[in-house]
Each structure stands twice: as structure tokens, then as C-alpha cells.
């Protein structure tokens, strides 16, 4: 498990993280969503152990990861920016990560070699972004990390790879129990990945949830009926195309559809909301900066 709590951050007077809480459950895909500048790349270099905590607390597995050399041997990390890496070639990093993580597999090296069809030899500086970010994912998959940290990962990557990489990574999930945290300003990115959500702005968490929580409680409901909708729901949104009525309803299903049968409706369908959806009618009215991640 990852918790922070109570983090607070600033640079030369600027707060860029307020006192910030946020729990990644041991095993979820966890996605940091935020606009640019919220903070997340601030948040993932105390996960990654590169900040000290000004107040608050970074624990992973129960212990502090700063200055905590094993802690950190357990945490692979693709930053957002790899141009430190830049100069050498994977075949370098590869023993310089070997070096540091003692999982590292050699066996899942080359296993991987046949999706990643990189040059070993090359310095990065030579690859492509994409190709770059590829490298990255390559190298941190092999050091069999417990936790997985991504920062904006899938910026530069055409479809087609990146959707092997989840691949990759899901089913290290599906099979060793990793913990992913990945961030993005981009909700849509991580719709199919993510079973937990944190949603950040302007240095604090907004809202953190489940997905199965956050689909628990709201649902999309397609209705035709002459009659009118019980006042006793809690309808976010009202849409209409011809006589079919769309709406968006807070509350609990089951008792959602019986209020429904009240209005015996022709047709009744409750249907779940995409996680897109979910963040516009929850969040729709807090922030203008909010709605425009999903954009
Ligand atoms: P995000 O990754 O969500 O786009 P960041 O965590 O990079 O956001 O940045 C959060 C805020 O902190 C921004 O306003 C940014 O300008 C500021 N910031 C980040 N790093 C530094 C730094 N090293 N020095 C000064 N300000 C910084
Ligand atoms: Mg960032």
C-alpha cells in the first residue's frame, strides 16, 4: 500500500502540494488524474522517494521510502522526463538496473524483446519519444517491481503499443500482485486500466475513490414514458432524442428502478456510466479545470 498523508510541498514560497492525502490500495491500478500543473510529477517524486516531505508523510508498506534504499529496490519508476538516461543504450541500463533492482529478470528481458523491437545498442538519445518511453517500460517491467510508478506514461506511444504495454502490465498485476500508480492529465487514457481513481487540483485531492464505488452510485437510465419522473430521484442530467429520456441518477440502483416502475414506463433501461461520464456529472459543477480533463 502507498499513503500519503497530509503532504505538503512548496517551492520558494509557491504550495504546489496542501496537505495532501491519498491511499493506493495494495494490487489496484490506481490513476492519478489532474490538470497540468496539479501536481502530480510532485506527488510521484515523493512516491519515488526524490523529495523529502516539507510536512506529512510518504509510506510505502508501512515504511518511509525517503533515503530508504530497500523500499525504493521494490519501486520502479518511468518518469516524465527520461532525458537523464539519455546518453547510454538499453543494453547499459540494463546492467545499471540489474545493479540496483535485485529481481531484475534476464528471462523477462527477453521475453520481451519480441514486443519491444528496440535497437540494445542505441543511446535513447537517438530513439523516438515513443521509442524512448518504450525503452522505459522494457527496463522498469524487468525488475519485477512491487509497486509500478508511471508518470504520464503513455504520452508518445501510438495505440497499437500502448495497448500492449497495458497488457504487459495488467497482467503483472493479474499475476503478482503489482501495485500501479499511473498519472495523467487525461481521464480517457486510463478508463480501461484504472479500478481506483484519485483526482487532483491545485495541490489537493479533489475526490479518490473505487471505481466500483463510483459506478455503485450513479446510473445512466433510458426511459420512455407519458408520464412524469418521480420527484423522489435524484436526476444530475436530463437529455432527450425523440421520446427515449436519458438521465443521470444519483442513488442506489435497485431502488432507482422501482421508483422508475412508478412512472410504468415503456421502456427502462439502467445502464452503468463510462468513468468519463461519472467525472463530468460528479464534478461538472466544482470546476471548470476539472471538466476539462476528460476533454
Ligand atoms: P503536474 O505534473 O500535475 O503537471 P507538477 O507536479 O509538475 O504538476 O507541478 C505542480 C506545480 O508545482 C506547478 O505549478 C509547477 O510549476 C510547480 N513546480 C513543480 N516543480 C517545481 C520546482 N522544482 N520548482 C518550482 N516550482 C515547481
Ligand atoms: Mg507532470
Same mark, same amino acid.
Given at each position: 500500500?502507498?499513503?500519503?498523508?497530509?503532504?505538503?510541498?512548496?517551492?520558494?514560497?509557491?504550495?504546489?502540494?496542501?496537505?495532501?492525502?491519498?491511499?493506493? $490500495?495494495?494490487?489496484?491500478?490506481?490513476?492519478?488524474?489532474? $490538470?497540468?500543473?496539479?501536481?502530480?510529477?510532485?506527488?510521484?517524486?515523493?512516491?519515488?522517494?526524490?523529495?523529502?516531505?516539507?510536512?506529512?508523510?510518504?509510506?510505502?508498506?508501512?515504511?518511509?521510502?525517503?533515503?530508504?534504499?530497500?523500499?525504493?529496490?521494490?519501486?520502479?519508476?518511468?518518469?516524465?522526463?527520461?532525458?537523464?538516461?539519455?546518453?547510454?543504450?538499453?543494453?547499459?541500463?540494463?546492467?545499471?538496473?540489474?545493479?540496483?533492482?535485485?529481481?531484475?529478470?534476464?528471462? #523477462?528481458?527477453?521475453?520481451?524483446?519480441?514486443?519491444? /523491437?528496440?535497437?540494445? #545498442?542505441? $543511446?535513447?538519445? #537517438?530513439?523516438?519519444?515513443?521509442?524512448?518511453?518504450?525503452?522505459?517500460?522494457?527496463?522498469?517491467?524487468?525488475?519485477?517491481?512491487?509497486?509500478?510508478?508511471?508518470?504520464?506514461?503513455?504520452?508518445?506511444?501510438?495505440?497499437?503499443?500502448?495497448?500492449?504495454?497495458?497488457?504487459?502490465?495488467?497482467?503483472?498485476?493479474?499475476?503478482?500482485?503489482?501495485?500501479?500508480?499511473?498519472?495523467?492529465?487525461?481521464?480517457?487514457?486510463?478508463?480501461?486500466?484504472?479500478?481506483?481513481?484519485?483526482?487532483?487540483?491545485?495541490?489537493?485531492?479533489?475526490?479518490?475513490?473505487?471505481?466500483?464505488?463510483?459506478?455503485?452510485?450513479?446510473?445512466?437510465?433510458?426511459?420512455?414514458?407519458?408520464?412524469?419522473? $418521480?420527484?423522489?430521484?435524484?436526476?444530475?442530467? /436530463?437529455?432527450?432524442?425523440?421520446?427515449?429520456?436519458?438521465?443521470?441518477?444519483?442513488?442506489?440502483?435497485?431502488?432507482?428502478?422501482?421508483?422508475?416502475?412508478?412512472?410504468?414506463?415503456?421502456?427502462?433501461?439502467?445502464?452503468?456510466?463510462?468513468?468519463?461520464?461519472?467525472?463530468?456529472?460528479?464534478?461538472?459543477?466544482?470546476?471548470?479545470?476539472?471538466?476539462?480533463?476528460?476533454?
Amino acid at each position: 500500500m502507498i499513503e500519503v498523508k497530509n503532504l505538503t510541498k512548496r517551492f520558494d514560497g509557491f504550495t504546489a502540494l496542501n496537505g495532501l492525502t491519498m491511499t493506493v $490500495p495494495t494490487g489496484s491500478v490506481y490513476g492519478l488524474v489532474g $490538470p497540468n500543473g496539479a501536481g502530480k510529477s510532485t506527488i510521484i517524486r515523493h512516491i519515488t522517494g526524490v523529495y523529502r516531505p516539507d510536512l506529512g508523510e510518504v509510506l510505502i508498506g508501512g515504511e518511509p521510502v525517503f533515503e530508504n534504499p530497500p523500499v525504493k529496490a521494490r519501486i520502479a519508476c518511468i518518469p516524465d522526463d527520461l532525458s537523464c538516461h539519455a546518453g547510454a543504450s538499453i543494453r547499459e541500463l540494463k546492467s545499471f538496473f540489474k545493479g540496483l533492482y535485485p529481481a531484475f529478470s534476464d528471462e #523477462r528481458f527477453t521475453a520481451l524483446a519480441d514486443i519491444f /523491437k528496440l535497437d540494445q #545498442r542505441q $543511446p535513447l538519445r #537517438r530513439f523516438s519519444k515513443g521509442m524512448q518511453k518504450q525503452a522505459a517500460f522494457w527496463l522498469a517491467i524487468c525488475t519485477q517491481p512491487d509497486y509500478l510508478v508511471l508518470d504520464e506514461p503513455v504520452d508518445g506511444l501510438d495505440p497499437v503499443m500502448r495497448k500492449q504495454v497495458w497488457s504487459v502490465i495488467l497482467e503483472d498485476v493479474a499475476t503478482r500482485g503489482t501495485t500501479v500508480l499511473v498519472s495523467s492529465h487525461n481521464l480517457r487514457e486510463l478508463e480501461d486500466v484504472c479500478d481506483h481513481v484519485g483526482v487532483l487540483h491545485e495541490g489537493k485531492m479533489l475526490l479518490e475513490r473505487s471505481l466500483s464505488d463510483l459506478q455503485e452510485n450513479i446510473v445512466k437510465v433510458q426511459l420512455v414514458t407519458d408520464r412524469p419522473i $418521480p420527484p423522489e430521484l435524484n436526476v444530475l442530467h /436530463k437529455s432527450m432524442t425523440g421520446r427515449i429520456q436519458t438521465l443521470i441518477v444519483r442513488g442506489d440502483r435497485r431502488e432507482i428502478a422501482g421508483l422508475l416502475q412508478q412512472c410504468n414506463p415503456l421502456l427502462c433501461d439502467l445502464l452503468p456510466l463510462s468513468l468519463e461520464e461519472i467525472f463530468i456529472y460528479e464534478l461538472g459543477g466544482v470546476n471548470y479545470d476539472v471538466k476539462n480533463l476528460v476533454l
